[in-house]
């Protein structure tokens, strides 16, 4: 979905899955380009978990309803009209993810609740993933430079942006969804995941907090099982 882009010019065709079989569950991820830089990840899954998937994101448009966005003049009636296909599509379990950081995290509560109120059950809210001092691959280089050409699989807190997500997880626990928090599955003991394998290939950020696909399937692995817990979304 191309940043400020109309309603009207979202692909449905392309954006959410035909049917493969009689009762195959369906996922809707809703949000910003954190929300699309999942996909990949959840496609992967499909290896694990029979579902559909549905996609339902707009950059720079976090998941809000009812909230102008004075520089993305579309975001307000995107949402609108993805709320809209998401009752009416009943899906078995939404997701929601977005910048946490950049847009705040107070209007999400309308959405849980507009989701709930319209008979969705199951709601998640993912939270942010480590926002680095710079971007990856340029810390990852700076590292190697300094340490004989070896490239770091993790890094501290000197280099990403240590912030609390109470806040976020209090609000969406509250409206009767569940938390799960990224950086727990990205990071351990202060020190964060850069690599999701051997090789340059395997970076897990392409910029400042953006995932890349091998990035997007190393968290949705970590996370899938706590996900699907309770959803009837069941292993292949």
């Known amino acids: 979905m191309k940043q400020s882009q109309p309603p009207g010019e979202w692909p449905a065709h392309e954006c959410v899955e035909a049917h ?20 990949y990840g959840f496609d992967k899954l499909k290896q694990a978990y029979r579902f559909r998937l549905a996609q339902m994101t707009g950059e720079g448009c976090p998941p809000f309803v009812n909230v102008d966005r004075p520089n993305e ?4 009636s995107l949402n609108d009209f993805y709320l809209s296909h998401i009752l009416a599509l009943k899906p078995d379990l939404v997701v929601i993810a977005a910048a946490w950081y950049d847009q705040g995290v107070g209007t999400v509560a309308e959405s849980i609740r507009r989701l709930k109120k319209g008979g969705i059950q199951h709601v998640v809210v993912i939270g942010p993933v480590p926002r680095w001092e710079k971007t990856l691959p340029e810390l990852l280089v700076t590292h190697a430079l300094s340490d004989d ?29 569940s938390y799960i928090p990224a950086m727990n599955a990205l990071c351990s003991s202060g020190q964060c995941v850069t690599m999701a394998g051997h090789g340059p290939q395997y970076v897990v950020a392409q ?4 995932l890349t696909d091998p990035g997007s399937a190393f968290l949705m692995q970590k996370i899938g099982a706590e996900l699907f817990s309770g959803t009837g979304i069941k292993r292949r």
């Open 73 to 76: 003049p579309f975001c307000h």
């Open 20 to 39: 493969a079989g009689p009762q195959v569950p369906l996922v809707v991820l809703w949000g910003d380009s954190h929300a699309a830089h999942l996909r």
């Open 207 to 210: 910029d400042y907090y953006h």
């Open 149 to 177: 050409g070896k490239i770091p699989t993790s890094l501290g807190a000197q280099d990403y942006i240590v912030m609390s997500d109470a806040e976020l997880k209090s609000l969406v626990t509250a409206q009767g969804a």
